[in-house]
C-alpha cells in the first residue's frame, strides 16, 4: 500500500470542502481533498431525470447583492464571474399561503419592502416590526462572521443565541399570523421556532430579506467554478475514498489517515466537513473527553424533505418567485416527528431548464419517522415504502393543485424521494437536510476539534446552507495558518 504526504488533507468534498481546499492550496500548500461519494459537490450535485436537471439541495440564496456575503466570498474565491444570479421578483419573491384559512400573503423580494409590506397588512404591529428588523441589524453587525473583513474578531455568544425565535416573536408581536411569516425561513435551516436560537434564526434569514435569488445551472454552476480553480491550484482531488482510521497518534496529535484503499496519508493538519456524528465516528475514541462525545451524540438533526420532481408546460408559473404553503400557523407542530402521513410545510420552486420549466415540490418530514426503513437502501425498499410515497405525492399534489389550481393538467411527475433517499445519495447519517438544528444556546462543532492539528468545517459548524457552509470554511482556513496573512488576502481581493 502507498504511503503519501500532504500538507492538509479536507475531508468532504461538498461545498464548504472545495472552498476549505481552495483557500489552503492558495497559501502555496499541499491539498489533498477526498469525497466518498464518486463525484464531488455534495448537496449542491444536481441530478437528472428523463433529461430535465434538479437541485438536490440547494435551490436559491441570498447574499449575492453587491456586499452580500455570498457575493464576497465568491469574489475572494476567483468565481464570482462564472455565477449568474437570477433574482426573483421583486414585486413578489415569496407567497405564503395559509391552508386553513386561506389567507394569502406576497412579500416583495427586497427588505424595505418586506417591511412596508408587514407594516400595511397587519398596521397594528407597526412597532413591533420596526423593532424585530432593528434587533436583526444589531445581531448581524454584532456577528463578525457574517462580515469577511472583520473575521479576525472573536466570536462570541449574544444574548440572542440563547433565547428562542418562538420566544422573541410572541414578546413582539400578537397577530399568530405575523409570526408565521416571519418564522417562514425556517425552511432554510430545519429547526422549528421553539427550538432555534433567534440569533441563528437572523443570520440566516438577513442575507434573504436582502433579495432572493437562483443560480443560473443552479449548484453546478458553483461545483464546476470551483473545480477549475482547484485545478488551477494543484489540489489533488480522489473520490470513492474516505477515512477508515486516525493513525500514527502522538499524544493529541494525528500523523496520519489510513484510507478505505489502504493507502496512509501522512498530513500537519486535516479538516473534516462532515457530519458531527460521523466525524465522532472516526476521531479515536480514547483520545476524547467523553463530555465532548456526549455533546455531538445529544445534537439533534434537522428536519429533511419528501421531495417531489416534475416538469410544468405552463411557462409562467412560478417565474420568478417562490411559494410556501402552510396547513395553519402553528410550525411547532408541523415540524414535530411522529407521523410521516401529516401535512408540513410545503415548499414550490420552479426553473427554466433546458426548454422545460422544471419543479420542484418539498415538504418538511423529519428522518425519525422513516426509522422503519432505516436498514433498506437504494432501490432495495420494501413495497410499503412505495405504496407509502405513491400515497403521499398525491396528498401534497391535492394540496398544491387547491392553492394553484393552474398548474393541475400542466404538470407531469417524474420522480420523489424521502429523507432515505437523501441519506444514501449523499452518504449523511440519516438524511436531514441541514445537518445539526441550530438549537437556542447550543455551542456547534467548529475550528480545532481536541486533536490539536483536525478541525471542523461544514453546515453544522456556524450556520447552514450555501452562506453557513461556505463561511465555516474561511473562519477554519484562517485558523489553519497564518491568520495575519489570510487577513491580507482578504482585503486584497475585496478591495
Not at 22 to 31: C, H, Q, S, Y
Request: aromatic residues 8%; contains cysteine.
Amino acid at each position: 500500500m502507498a504511503e503519501l504526504k500532504y500538507d492538509h488533507v479536507v475531508v468532504g468534498a461538498g461545498i464548504s470542502g472545495m472552498v476549505s481546499a481552495l483557500l489552503l492550496a492558495r497559501n502555496g500548500r499541499k491539498v489533498l481533498l477526498i469525497e466518498k461519494a464518486p463525484a464531488v459537490g455534495g448537496s449542491m450535485a444536481r441530478f437528472k431525470l428523463k433529461g430535465v436537471p434538479f437541485d438536490t439541495g440547494f435551490h436559491f440564496t441570498g447574499g449575492l447583492h453587491p456586499d452580500g456575503l455570498v457575493l464576497d466570498m465568491l469574489t475572494v474565491l476567483g468565481i464570482e464571474d462564472r455565477i449568474t444570479p437570477l433574482p426573483f421578483s421583486k414585486e413578489e419573491g415569496t407567497r405564503f399561503i395559509l391552508e386553513d384559512s386561506g389567507a394569502s400573503y406576497g412579500l416583495p423580494n427586497n427588505r424595505q419592502g418586506i417591511i412596508e409590506t408587514l407594516t400595511e397588512l397587519f398596521p397594528a404591529e407597526a412597532s413591533g416590526i420596526k423593532t424585530y428588523f432593528e434587533k436583526v441589524d444589531s445581531i448581524c453587525d454584532s456577528t463578525a462572521t457574517m462580515n469577511l473583513r472583520r473575521l479576525s474578531e472573536p466570536m462570541s455568544m449574544l444574548d440572542e443565541d440563547y433565547a428562542t425565535l418562538s420566544v422573541v416573536l410572541d414578546d413582539l408581536f400578537e397577530d399568530p399570523k405575523l409570526k408565521t411569516l416571519l418564522a417562514g425561513y425556517c425552511l432554510c435551516y430545519g429547526a422549528s421556532p421553539s427550538e432555534v436560537s433567534f440569533a441563528n434564526h437572523v443570520r440566516t434569514a438577513q442575507g434573504m430579506h436582502d433579495g432572493l435569488a437562483r443560480v443560473e445551472h443552479g449548484g453546478d454552476a458553483f461545483i464546476d467554478a470551483l473545480q477549475r480553480k482547484l485545478e488551477e491550484a494543484g489540489v489533488e482531488i480522489r473520490c470513492k475514498t474516505e477515512v477508515i482510521s486516525c493513525e500514527e497518534i502522538e499524544g493529541k496529535n494525528i500523523g496520519a489517515f489510513r484510507l478505505n484503499n489502504g493507502n496512509l496519508v501522512r498530513f500537519e493538519s486535516a479538516v473534516f466537513t462532515l457530519h458531527p456524528k460521523t466525524i465522532l465516528k472516526i476521531l479515536p475514541q480514547k483520545k476524547l473527553r467523553p463530555a465532548f462525545a456526549r455533546r455531538i451524540d445529544e445534537m439533534k438533526s434537522s428536519f429533511g424533505f419528501f421531495a417531489i420532481f416534475g416538469v410544468c408546460d405552463e411557462p409562467e408559473l412560478l417565474e420568478g418567485s417562490m411559494l410556501l404553503v402552510l396547513p395553519n400557523v402553528d410550525l411547532d407542530t408541523q415540524l414535530a416527528c411522529g407521523n410521516r402521513n401529516a401535512d408540513s410545510m410545503l415548499f414550490c420552486i420552479s426553473a427554466n431548464e433546458n426548454g422545460q420549466r422544471a419543479m420542484t415540490i418539498l415538504e418538511a418530514a423529519c428522518p425519525e419517522d422513516y426509522a422503519e426503513w432505516a436498514d433498506t437502501r437504494l432501490m432495495k425498499r420494501p413495497v410499503e415504502y412505495a405504496e407509502f410515497k405513491a400515497r403521499k405525492t398525491e396528498r401534497i399534489l391535492e394540496r398544491i393543485y387547491a392553492v394553484l389550481p393552474e398548474l393541475k393538467n400542466h404538470f407531469t411527475v417524474l420522480g420523489s424521494s424521502t429523507p432515505l433517499t437523501f441519506r444514501d445519495y449523499l452518504n449523511s447519517p440519516d438524511g436531514s437536510a441541514y445537518g445539526v438544528k441550530q438549537l437556542a444556546g447550543q455551542f456547534n462543532i467548529c475550528g480545532k476539534l481536541p486533536l490539536r492539528n483536525l478541525y471542523a468545517a461544514g453546515q453544522s459548524a456556524v450556520l447552514p446552507g450555501l452562506m453557513g457552509a461556505m463561511v465555516s470554511a474561511f473562519i477554519v482556513c484562517r485558523q489553519m495558518q497564518d491568520a495575519d496573512e489570510f487577513d491580507r488576502y482578504i482585503n486584497t481581493e475585496l478591495n
